[in-house]
């Protein structure tokens, strides 16, 4: 079987002690405070950003990598390793660009090396998950092949849900989606949202009071699972109080067999606040 390196964005979401010891290649993002650009994950820490962010009279902008910054990692992949198989999967096409930048670093290379980009149509660990799974396939020796038909089914199965203090963020962000009509609800309406199978964030449901919302999330994963075992990884913007709540409440209703947990970057916290809490959740 030949080599198979993966590559992702920093949006993933993923720990950085995780990528480093499964050997996941990531092209960060950018964030920027007026003139002042940070890279994502690189450059500026959570913590750090989020109280710039608090600090700050104007929300942050964000921008992709661009193509060449993409054709770099894989010419160096490539040529480090004769015959290796590239997978390199990001953030949702339908709130970035990141994939089209992607896709078009590859095609740079012509016909230098075998490089599968990936549209996840998930933002965070919603495709973080679907990278590590890809990576611990590789260091397993699995095929391309093999590694792409597992990285459709788990795309196919995955459920996400998450919950914001506001949906401002997203509004004055631009990646409000289909959660529009939401948005101006009356007081203490907590809005359900999760990515559509195009990857835009849309509203599942509206429930009053943050304790019923998260009730309502857990509900709506026993629809999805039943008692069937899974896994779960809950993830913060920089408050994990809610997060580690509705994680605990997972925990006592479903069959939970492994669970993981992040902190949401600066990228998607840019755009979704501090203080949202998010739950990804796959069949084991």
Same mark, same amino acid.
């Given at each position: 079987?030949?080599?198979?390196?993966?590559?992702?964005?920093?949006?993933?979401?993923?720990?950085?002690?995780?990528?480093e010891?499964?050997?996941?290649?990531?092209?960060?993002?950018?964030?920027?405070?007026g003139?002042?650009?940070?890279?994502?994950?690189?450059?500026?820490?959570?913590?750090?950003?989020?109280?710039?962010?608090?600090?700050?009279?104007?929300?942050?902008?964000?921008?992709?990598?661009?193509?060449?910054?993409?054709?770099?990692v894989?010419?160096?992949?490539?040529?480090?390793?004769?015959g290796?198989?590239?997978?390199?999967?990001?953030?949702?096409?339908?709130?970035?660009?990141?994939?089209?930048s992607?896709s078009?670093g590859?095609?740079?290379?012509?016909?230098?090396?075998?490089?599968?980009?990936?549209?996840?149509?998930?933002?965070s660990?919603g495709?973080g998950?679907?990278?590590?799974?890809?990576?611990?396939?590789?260091a397993?020796?699995?095929?391309?092949?093999?590694?792409?038909?597992?990285?459709?089914?788990?795309?196919?199965?995955?459920?996400?849900?998450?919950?914001?203090?506001t949906l401002?963020?997203?509004k004055r962000?631009?990646?409000?989606g289909?959660? @529009? $009509? +939401?948005?101006?609800?009356? %007081? !203490? =309406?907590?809005? *359900?949202?999760s990515?559509?199978?195009s990857?835009?964030?849309?509203?599942?449901?509206?429930?009053?009071g943050?304790?019923?919302?998260?009730?309502?999330?857990?509900?709506?994963?026993?629809?999805?699972?039943?008692?069937d075992p899974?896994?779960?990884?809950?993830?913060w913007?920089?408050?994990?109080?809610?997060a580690?709540?509705? @994680? $605990? +409440?997972?925990?006592?209703? %479903? !069959? =939970?067999?492994? *669970?993981?947990?992040?902190?949401?970057?600066?990228?998607?916290?840019?755009?979704?606040g501090?203080?949202?809490?998010?739950?990804?959740?796959?069949?084991?």
């Amino acid at each position: 079987m030949g080599t198979v390196k993966i590559v992702t964005d920093s949006t993933s979401d993923i720990p950085r002690r995780v990528r480093e010891q499964l050997g996941i290649d990531m092209v960060p993002l950018k964030v920027m405070f007026g003139e002042q650009t940070y890279q994502d994950a690189v450059s500026i820490g959570n913590n750090e950003f989020y109280e710039k962010m608090a600090a700050s009279q104007s929300l942050p902008t964000t921008s992709q990598p661009s193509p060449v910054e993409f054709m770099e990692v894989y010419s160096r992949l490539t040529k480090q390793t004769p015959g290796v198989s590239v997978i390199s999967i990001h953030l949702s096409s339908a709130v970035s660009g990141t994939y089209q930048s992607a896709s078009l670093g590859a095609s740079l290379l012509e016909e230098e090396g075998d490089i599968t980009v990936i549209d996840s149509k998930s933002a965070s660990y919603g495709f973080g998950m679907l990278v590590v799974k890809a990576a611990e396939m590789a260091a397993a020796g699995s095929s391309k092949e093999e590694i792409l038909a597992e990285i459709d089914r788990l795309a196919k199965d995955r459920r996400l849900y998450f919950l914001v203090d506001t949906l401002e963020y997203l509004k004055r962000g631009g990646r409000i989606g289909k959660a @529009a $009509a +939401l948005f101006g609800s009356i %007081l !203490n =309406v907590k809005p *359900i949202l999760s990515l559509d199978d195009s990857g835009e964030v849309t509203a599942i449901d509206k429930v009053r009071g943050q304790k019923k919302a998260m009730q309502r999330v857990i509900d709506l994963f026993k629809q999805d699972f039943g008692n069937d075992p899974i896994e779960i990884m809950v993830a913060w913007a920089y408050k994990s109080d809610n997060a580690l709540e509705l @994680a $605990a +409440l997972a925990q006592a209703q %479903l !069959n =939970v067999r492994n *669970i993981k947990q992040t902190e949401i970057g600066a990228v998607i916290g840019t755009h979704v606040g501090p203080g949202t809490a998010a739950l990804f959740i796959n069949r084991v």
